[in-house]
């Protein structure tokens, strides 16, 4: 089916390749028991290398592989076919498409970008199932790996999509669930999503390290998104200084946020944030979340004042925090400068929230992050982002701690009323808390690791 209808929105997203089984349709689990009672059945011992083996072949190549290798069925013929009809019925009668996904392809489509599917399985399997569940015109056509001479773990099955679909390879995004296809269409150098879910048996560490995106559902996942996002490039010059403004129910004060505004270069508003963000009359330039904790005055003027918006539904994985500094990531990247990332109202009154945006800065440590509320500052230090911080005269008498977050973190402390010299702390132990600033040139500097160090206001 043509996209080119009119009067359709356009999107600097020209195309997209979707895998079929295990991304469009939750079919996995149904291969994965056709393979193995296969194996069980004529008492083939299923190890890790002949299951990896089985899935990278299309579907007509497993069938004979099977018939030739072990002998399954009086032919490869007759095992494909005999083969093929249980499949179809698995599609018809038991096989569900991922929540969201319809609204995902609507969303491609009403936006003009051309949609195809590549696949393992044979086209007219693939048919019944976008059959069963009415997504046959979402998809100009259906290529089986086959007919591209090549398989998912070679890139040239990706370049052949590529070329019958017509867009550019920096305007593509493709959309796979095996982590050896995600990694192979990631290495190629197209845009990958990985949609991965709990029930497949993949590897979340290695899927995550090869794609762009992981998303645990369609519910992660929209058009802005992937608009929004921007693959890191060389530095150029500079630093981007971006504040994201979250939701706590205990928000900082206006002043503070108006102060930290001024002081930054791009203010992300995430979801409730926008509510403290029109309270201090500072307007942001993305606003992102799933406006589920937002009051509708609110919303309005965030979508008015904003100039960029990422939104998604409330039933998704990732938290507003976390997709917020995605989004700040994606700017820095595009401007070709590193990023140094400011939080605030974040942590007041919920202290699982508090040791959740604790981790998020953990996790973004290499963009010297820091968390500002009114009554404290927090910055994690580590040789990765920044190592050092120099309190200043300005913190003479107060209260600072310093609390490991990693296992042998190396933390020197000069200019307190207890110093430290390279001391290997264990992470979280106490001895780093309650201390007291004496020296105007006091300072922490996390040698190896990584620490949370707090000053009370």
């Known amino acids: 089916m043509s996209n080119s209808a009119p009067n359709r929105k356009t999107s600097s997203i020209e195309g997209a ?46 069938c004979f592989w099977f018939h030739d290798q072990f002998g399954i069925g009086e032919s490869g013929e007759s095992l494909l076919e005999e083969t093929r009809q249980g499949v179809r019925k698995h599609y018809v009668n038991d096989i569900p498409m991922f929540e969201g996904c319809k609204r995902f392809l609507d969303e491609l489509r009403d936006h003009g970008v051309r949609m195809l599917i590549l696949s393992a399985t044979t086209e007219p399997e693939v048919r019944v199932a976008l059959a069963a569940h009415g997504l ?25 999509a590529l070329d019958a679909l017509g867009t550019s390879k920096e305007g593509t995004w493709v959309f796979e669930d095996a982590p050896f296809a995600v990694r192979t269409a990631h290495d190629f150098g197209l845009k990958t999503v990985c949609l991965y879910n709990d029930h497949d048996g993949r590897d979340y560490d290695f899927c995550a390290a090869n794609c762009d995106i992981l998303a645990h559902g369609y519910g992660e996942l929209s058009l802005a998104l992937l608009e929004d996002y921007a693959r890191g490039t060389a530095l150029t010059s500079g630093v981007l200084h971006a504040l994201v403004v979250d939701g706590s129910p205990e928000p900082s004060s206006t002043e503070l946020v108006a102060k930290l505004a001024q002081a930054s270069d791009y203010l992300i508003a995430a979801d409730r944030g926008a509510r403290r963000c029109l309270e201090a009359g500072v307007a942001p330039h993305m606003f992102c979340g799933d406006a589920d904790s937002l009051d509708p005055e609110a919303l309005a003027w965030a ?74 500052e927090l910055r994690v230090l580590s040789p990765e982002g920044c190592a050092r911080w120099d309190w200043g005269a300005g913190a003479l008498g107060c209260t600072a701690s310093v609390i490991p977050l990693a296992q042998e973190a190396n933390v020197s402390e000069g200019g307190m009323h207890w110093n430290l010299s390279h001391r290997h702390l264990d992470a979280l132990v106490d001895e780093g808390v309650s201390n007291v600033i004496e020296a105007a040139d006091a300072f922490v500097e996390c040698h190896e690791g990584a620490v949370a160090a707090y000053l009370m206001r």
């Open 17 to 62: 390749i979707f895998d079929c089984d295990g991304t469009l349709v939750d079919s996995m689990p149904m291969w994965n028991a056709l393979v193995e009672e296969m194996f069980d059945t004529h008492g083939i011992p299923k190890t890790p290398e002949l299951l990896a083996t089985a899935e990278a072949y299309n579907f007509d190549d497993m």
């Open 303 to 376: 979508q008015e004042a904003s100039s960029a918006q990422v939104r998604y539904p409330s039933e998704k994985y990732a938290t507003d925090l976390a997709l917020a500094i995605d989004c700040a990531r994606h700017e820095a990247n595009r401007r070709g400068m590193a990023l140094a990332l400011t939080i605030t109202c974040a942590s007041g009154g919920r202290p699982d929230h508090a040791l959740a945006v604790l981790g998020c800065a953990y996790n973004n440590r290499d963009a010297m992050p820091r968390v500002v509320e009114d009554s404290y």
């Open 136 to 160: 046959e015109d979402y998809f100009e056509r259906v290529i089986q790996t086959s007919e591209t001479g090549s398989d998912k773990e070679h890139p040239e099955a990706y370049q052949y």
